[in-house]
């Protein structure tokens, strides 16, 4: 299995270091996990930790559109000379953000389209945060896909939306879906309907750890060792076995992200 979205690089999430974390995953049948940074802080945690643990940690380097701020430029620059030394396998995590605030959405707009750009200039996917805004972030990839004849490849992460927006989502594009936790709850609503529309060929699976640990572990702080849960979980709702969903979605992320 594949974690592709963690962020157990995160010191204060995991005092005891990150560093058993990362054993615990690989003790659990995580061979990989893919750590996104969302400042320049976060990027200098993950350079750590990829420099300590070099065989399991693969690097993305973006700016999280929650801490796009009016020197946006210069915090990315800073990003991307943190990271560029660590071989990035994407760009992000990056895009539209309106749930705590929509104060900063033009410079939001503004920085993901650059950032959609800097990873056509680099031969990078692209992870998309996308939470209460996929209008706003469908119309900035249009744009972006206006501006550049293509888009690269895309993957919108945590993604916990409906059949339809799967529908409206590849009306613009044909991305990969990050799968986490949100689908083992049972307050998922039609997520799993939605697992069944994106089908297994464009489903990753990822933990978004710390946050949103899945059943049986809801309430801890989650970590990359859970993502069998999460794995067993999208098995269940597609009628096939753990097995087929591990090969089939390990496949798709070494892939998308070329690892």
Not at 47 to 71: N, S, W
Not at 79 to 105: H, R
Not at 122 to 130: N, S
Request: hydrophobic fraction near 40%; glycine fraction near 6%; charge should be negative.
């Amino acid at each position: 299995m594949i974690d592709t979205h963690t962020h157990i690089y995160m010191s204060e999430s995991f005092p005891e270091g990150p560093q058993e974390a990362v054993g615990r995953a690989v003790e659990s049948g995580v061979e990989l996990m893919i750590l996104p940074a969302v400042d320049r802080e976060s990027a200098a945690e993950i350079a750590t930790l990829k420099a300590d643990c070099p065989t399991q940690i693969r690097t993305a380097m973006g700016l999280h559109p929650t801490e796009v701020g009016e020197d946006w430029k210069e915090e990315l620059e800073d990003i991307i000379k943190i990271l560029s030394p660590t071989d990035p396998v994407a760009i992000g995590e990056v895009g539209i953000d309106l749930y705590w605030t929509d104060s900063n959405l033009k410079l939001q707009k503004e920085a993901f389209i650059a950032q959609i750009k800097l990873a056509k200039d680099l031969g990078l996917p692209v992870i998309i945060h996308c939470r209460d805004g996929l209008d706003v972030c469908l119309k900035c990839l249009q744009q972006a896909a206006c501006e550049l004849d293509s888009l690269p490849p895309l993957i919108f992460h945590s993604f916990t939306g409906s059949p339809d927006d799967v529908s409206k989502i590849r009306q613009v594009c044909d991305p990969f879906f990050g799968i986490n936790g949100v689908v083992t709850f049972k307050n998922s609503g039609s997520l799993p309907d939605a697992v069944k529309e994106i089908g297994l060929n464009r489903i990753i699976l990822e933990t978004d750890s710390p946050y949103l640990a899945p059943v049986p572990k809801r309430g801890r702080r989650n970590e990359s060792s859970y993502l069998p849960f999460i794995n067993s979980k999208i098995a269940d709702i597609l009628a096939i076995s753990p097995e087929d969903v591990d090969k089939a979605t390990t496949r798709n992320a070494k892939e998308i992200f070329k690892i």
